[in-house]
């Protein structure tokens, strides 16, 4: 079963608590009634008033509301179904989120023209497979192959150059473990690895890493964001305000340059492209055109193409036990409530 508005479903986190007063509510009656009154009066006080009836309306009631809730999040069961085939590759990006990723000689800056690039990748991907590693001093992957896109779009959205507090350019070990986000994906599926970076590499050896990738039939292709003039990096404090530019120990402010000759290296060694990133074109679609010749694979699976909505009944049995619960006495009278009366 599945909701049109599964959001609604976090009402019932409402039940315990709702539970819970209702539960206090009758003990403080209780409490009350003993302060009132003496053990023997209490006895004639309470006459037609049945304790398990009145658990049974709070019950019937409880129910009703959970089921009216269940109603307004738009339940609906899968009808019909038909065998779907998609065909796709596998593409893992590298994306360099070290603070040289702040600088704006690409508008609005670095970072965040390659997210803006790669959600309009990720639009047009169709059945491809997408993963996405964030890399500074260190790597992880944030987000596994996987053919969900709107997953994707909003893992984007999230990058920052604050994801990884330990600072450097560790393309070598970025690569590395794109690398192992393939371990069970097809052999036979077309795999590729889309480098996003200023190329400023501090730690290792990036080439190196993009030819144990390509002997692995994983093509390496790399995007150089930024310029050889280079520019300067902003800071900000945790409010977002600005503090200037990053300085070095010496105190001059540092200048962040693009550097082609590392990128070039890798799509080289890594049997892909280089291309240069400039403010009307971040060359991803470039990229991703070249890598729509690896060898696709079709895969067949069923997909659901009607749902049947189960709301009325939902409703209908919540109004039922409302119902119920309104004609529900309180307790049976008596003689005595007769005389009473």
Known sequence: ???????????????????????????????????????????????????????????????????????????????GKEKVKSTGIDIMVVLDVSNSMRANDIQPSRIERAKLALGQMVSKMGSDRLGIVVFAGQAYTCLPLSDDHAAAEM???????????????????????????????????????????????????????????????????????????????????????????KKDSDGKEIISKLDEQTLREVANEGRGIYTRANNSDLGISKTYSMLQGLNKTTKESWSYTSYTPMFRWFLLAALLLFMTEALLPEGKRNETNARIS
Not at 182 to 191: E, I, P, V, W, Y
């Open 1 to 79: 079963m599945t909701f049109d508005y599964p959001y609604l479903l976090f009402l019932l986190l409402l039940a315990v608590p709702l539970a819970l007063l209702w539960r206090r509510s009758v003990q403080r009656r209780q409490e009350r009634i003993r302060k009132f009154s003496e053990s023997a009066f209490t006895e004639k006080l309470l006459l037609g008033n049945n304790p398990k009836l009145r658990r049974w309306h709070f019950l019937l009631f409880f129910s009703g509301c959970v089921l009216l809730i269940f109603a307004i999040s738009g339940p609906q069961i899968p009808g």
């Open 155 to 245: 893992v984007i959205q999230t990058v920052s150059t604050d994801m990884i507090s330990m600072q450097g350019t560790a393309i070598g070990n970025a690569i590395d473990n794109a690398m192992a986000s393939f371990s069970n994906a097809d052999k036979n599926r077309g795999k590729a690895i889309i480098l996003i970076s200023d190329g400023e590499n501090h730690e290792d050896n990036a080439s190196d890493a993009a030819s144990r990738a390509a002997e692995k039939g994983v093509v390496v292709c790399s995007i150089g964001i930024g310029s050889p003039e280079g520019s300067t990096i902003p800071e900000f404090d945790a409010t977002g305000k600005s503090l200037g530019n």
